[in-house]
Nanobody, 124 residues
Framework: HVQLVESGGGSVQAGGSLNLSCAAS????????MGWFRQFPGAEREGVAMIDSDGSTKYIDSVKGRFAISKDNRKSVLFLQMNSLEPEDTAMYYC???????????????????RGQGTQVTVS
């Protein structure tokens, strides 16, 4: 049974930083494709960043240079360091995992078969 538990969300002012964490269990973490997606109120989900089993990363253009995805394979934790936050980043952020990255595109992150409950990020 795969379980993903996010933490680290909160309210910050524009220009501030947050570091999201996702503790994973029930997966072979080092061999799993993982990512973060976000959902804006009343809107579709948007893949934000992903990391493959070999450590390769990919981001959507709007967060490049501001967000960094990383993972600790020993502790089975996924991170999303978010800097220079903007009000437009306000959303519920979800951790997601899949056994394989199919095309290694952020658009596939919301479609991954495993996801957490989310953590709210509010930027004002």
């Amino acid at each position: 049974h795969v379980q993903l538990v996010e933490s680290g969300g909160g309210s910050v002012q524009a220009g501030g930083s947050l570091n999201l964490s996702c503790a994973a269990s029930g997966v072979i973490f080092s061999n799993t494709c993982m990512g973060w997606f976000r959902q804006f109120p009343g809107a579709e989900r948007e893949g934000v960043a992903m990391i493959d089993s070999d450590g390769s990363t990919k981001y959507i253009d709007s967060v490049k240079g501001r967000f960094a995805i990383s993972k600790d394979n020993r502790k089975s934790v996924l991170f999303l360091q978010m800097n220079s936050l903007e009000p437009e980043d306000t959303a519920m952020y979800y951790c997601a995992a899949s056994r394989l990255c199919i095309e290694f595109l952020p658009s596939e992150i919301p479609l991954m078969e495993n996801r957490g409950q989310g953590t709210q990020v509010t930027v004002s």
